[in-house]
């Protein structure tokens, strides 16, 4: 079994980090490397081995529902494999770009709980452990936030804490009336029980996770945190957050309640759709006014977040495929484009796109992945998130929703339009850039190029063939909805 | 997979643009011409011997029909020629990756052009937009970022119309699975109209229709002369008009109003570009406003559902890539030996580069539609077609074609003058004595230029038994139509003799009877100043100048009818107002959260 092992090796990582690390980082890089490695070769077998079956752990020999359980299906692996390699790519870029703050080591534990919190928050089956990895999460990252020590830094993760209590308290809520109303917290007994349980009680605690996962997720209007933390933190942690956390503790967690526990109700998919299509167009008209990379960045993945949840609103297969691979996709084209900012800000000190100017020749690789990483958010084939907004787009006209196709369609107009204004100042601007405060190490580059390579092969995964290996069997677990009941407790 | 002429069209240049990634520049050109030249007795073979489809998964992808040839052999033609300028002249700065660009965007290009399946369009046509972004930023003047964004958004935006308009036709006709063209999918309903509108836009974008036109003269001034050539000029018109031509005529069965309508937008670009093409001091951007104006004729003759016109637009296709192709290039050829594009820098040129001079003259006489050359034949053919089709519509229709014909016929009046200040402020008049020194351009790029204005001139006299009889006629029998009757005689060989008689009786009068001295150039009593030179810039200042038009001409500097500029406006409008209310403070974000909870709550109960 391995996903008591996912939640293991980066919480015994963080404290062997605290334990063994003096003033120099050395062992701290190389702990948290060889956990992530580790991690990631779990995430990948478990992904490879898992297809439509669904295997279970019952923690300490205790049995459903009086223990909690971890859950391995082709969802959580799915998502364990994205958390895991951009967890990967960031440590790599981290190695370089943290030595600029004090104490880098603290860095290393920090970011272990950081991945801690998101492998518990995917693999577990029970709502109230889901809540206590969210928060492990949710306090390495209001830290992680704050790593800079600048005013700015403390405010953005100030503002992401409070929001962020406020979310987890709507969380806490919502678990403590599904409990009273099924006296039980594995998730797919709660899945089991609400089918008897007034529909009225159902609706009320999907309202209050959707305004509590919501905020996680950063949808309009649960937005505002985001765009501080995410261009305050030190870049990797930002891609961390904009990649893999706002989708691990929000999108996830919101494909898990609402589709496995709730059941997928008609009105939450309208409100999917309806929140996803505002997230859309407002942080889209958001970025475009942007003059910081990394806030224009933060604002393009509310908006991308939007396409997610517009997929999961229209709910057919197709969508569904779409939303899944957009979550793919949207991981590791945001995470290149926050590395590429932070290894400009890092050569050139600023994030202010006006004070850029031409990188193309003096820094090749970011300017060359930022551009593959550019096509891809804004649509472009052969680019990845050129067929995830393609498919997303066929299923809103497929399942009628057109006004929903030409909101997307928009959406991918105006991404469009903020990325190329980014690329003409930040890149290719009129200004020969040829002194730099520092250069690009190799491990920053290679963790560009990795991601900005990814981009295009994983485009591949459209085919048949492999989609069906990759995909499809993610699609499964969500459309089989309260399926999940039977996969879990197998009843 | 088969390996046959069509998977090959796309595949060779592919792989000489891969190959070109780590050769030396010398063997980057050899290849590429090597391949180029390849592709051209492929496309020759394809008249020959018409292959099959290419289908993978039992779906068919590539295929060639009737039409797709034409823009097909045309395309390989102009690579060829583009690619014989490019071999010597192409600034060392960007040498290396220009020659992965072009055999790369070929790729696309032919890869467009054969797709018979949505999703392959789709990829192809996104990746020639790719292209065109990649060669503006090998521009070196100081607005090319700006111009490099501008151009990728309107091209690359336009790609997601493009995905809209399928996506809408594959749900109109979802037995077809994905299958394009011949459809004829009827104009009723609101998603019908989408998908055509969302279609034409992606069109118009990338052929410069108006209004998306305002990419093509920042792209002229602002890319590498050969790119402009290349794309804007060239492969961008022939994908643009070709993706017309296909929603026109296969995609859908239009009605006469939505005929009016193109024939209108055909007509109004026309005369909008050429007025400002007019007033340019810049000879690429002139150029390029030239370059739009020539796509409304294009629109105008396709458009008008009349089967002439459609024969002349689609032949003044191919002719306005001949001869904008050759202006471009001859230009080039100038600025390259200058080092400016500036008009009022230029001047009396056409002594020290004669064939430059002779070879641009031909494909200013072309554009102008002056016969015998192939500008005035295609010209011609689109005004009786939209005369033919006036004889049978309700009179208030016919004074609409009418003012439309009156604007293109106008349009190409303006053309002419409009080349008349080309020709003059480049290759006329008085030389600055900075150009004394100048020298012909090389071999390389007169021939390029002057493959073209041979084009030009055979195009024109042999317009009937060449492309029309060989290209265009077997695409409108295929299309299911016969050929019409013209209305109108001409025999362009008769016009040439005509021409010649008169030519060389002028000759004999002027060396008979001619009686003059010749002197210095004086102005009062003393040798003229060189800054007192005419310039051709001055032409038609009187018009910028005259009421009204004084006002539209600076509205348009100002960028006022700029669609691009207008969208602009109105986004950064709604960005102020969602920026007024992301204030940073925290209590105020917490208001939204608990509104948002409560609507939430709201809906659901």
Known sequence: MILPFIIIIPLLAAFLITLISGEKDNWAIVLSI??????????????????DETFIYEMSGWKIPLTICLVQDALSSFMLVIVNLIALTSLMFSISYIRQYSSPWMYYALFMLLITGMNGVIATGDIFNLFVFMEIALFAAYALVAFGSKAEEYEAAFKYAVMGSISSTLILLGVGILYASTSTLTMANIAAELQTVNSQVTYWVAAIFLAGFGLKSAIMPFHAWLPDAHSSAPAPISSMLSGV?????????????????????????????????????????????????????????????????LGLGIGTKLAILGAVFHILNHAIFKSLLFYNAGAVELALGTRDLRKMGNLKGAMPVTTGTSMIATLSVAGLPPFNGFFSKLIIIIAAVQANHIVYAIIAVIGSLLTLAYFIKAQRYGFHGETEITEFRQTISLGMKSAMIILAVLCIVTSLLIIPGIRELTLDPVVTVIMNKTGYIQAVLGR | MAINQLSLLVLVPLIIAVLNLFLPVILRKILAALGLVWLLILNYQLFINPVAEIVIQGVAVLAVDKLALVILTFIQILAVIILVFSLKGVSPKIQK???????????????????????????????????????????????????????????????VFLILGLVLIWFLMPHNGGALWNLKIGLSGELAYTAFFSLLIAAFAKGGGFPLHSWVPD???????????????????????????????SLFALNFGI????????ALTIIFAVMMAMIQHNGRKLLGFHAVSQVGYMILGIGSGSIIALIGGLFHLINNTIYKSNL??????????????????LGGLGGKMPLTFGFALVGALAISGIPPFNGFFSKWMIYQGILDLAKGVAPGYQVWLLVCLILAVFGSALTLASFMKFIHAIFLGRRPAKWDNISRAPLNQWLATGILAALCVIFGLWAIHLPITKLILPVIGEFGFSVPQMLGYYNPILVVLLFGTTLILGLIIYWGVRKVRLDAIYLGGMDALEHFRVLGTEFYKEIRDMKPLKAIYNGAEKKYFDIYDISGRCSFAITRLFRAIHNGQLHLYNLWIVLGMLILLWVVL
């Open chain 2, 97 to 159: 990756p220009y020659y992965v660009l072009y055999p790369l965007t070929l790729a696309f290009c032919n890869g467009a052009v054969l797709s018979v399946q949505a999703l392959s369009l789709l990829i192809f046509w996104g990746l020639s937009g790719i292209a065109l972004y990649l060669f503006n930023l090998l521009g070196d003047e100081k607005t090319t970022p700006e111009t490099a964004k501008k151009t990728f958004i309107i091209v690359g935006g336009s790609d």
């Open chain 2, 328 to 345: 471009f290039l001859a230009l080039g050829s100038v600025e390259k030996k200058t080092g400016t594009n500036e008009l009022e820098e």
């Open chain 2, 219 to 249: 792209y002229s001034k602002d890319a590498p002369v050969e790119a402009v050539a290349f794309l804007p000029a060239s492969l961008d018109k022939l994908l643009g008009i070709y993706l017309f031509v296909r929603i026109v005529w």
């Open chain 1, 245 to 309: 956390l706002i989708k691990a503790l929000g999108v996830y967690a919101i494909i898990r309640i609402f589709y496995n526990i709730f059941g997928a109700p008609a009105v939450f998919l309208t409100l999917f759709m309806v929140l996803g299509s505002i997230s859309i167009i407002v942080a889209s008209y958001l970025a475009l006014g942007q003059w910081d990379l990394k806030r224009l960045l933060a604002y393009s993945s509310i908006s991308q977040i939007g396409f997610i949840l």
């Open chain 2, 259 to 266: 005929h009016l309508f193109l024939m209108t937008i055909g």
């Open chain 1, 34 to 51: 060889l956990a992530v490695l580790s991690l990631l070769i779990l995430a990948l077998f478990s992904f490879f081995t898992t297809g």
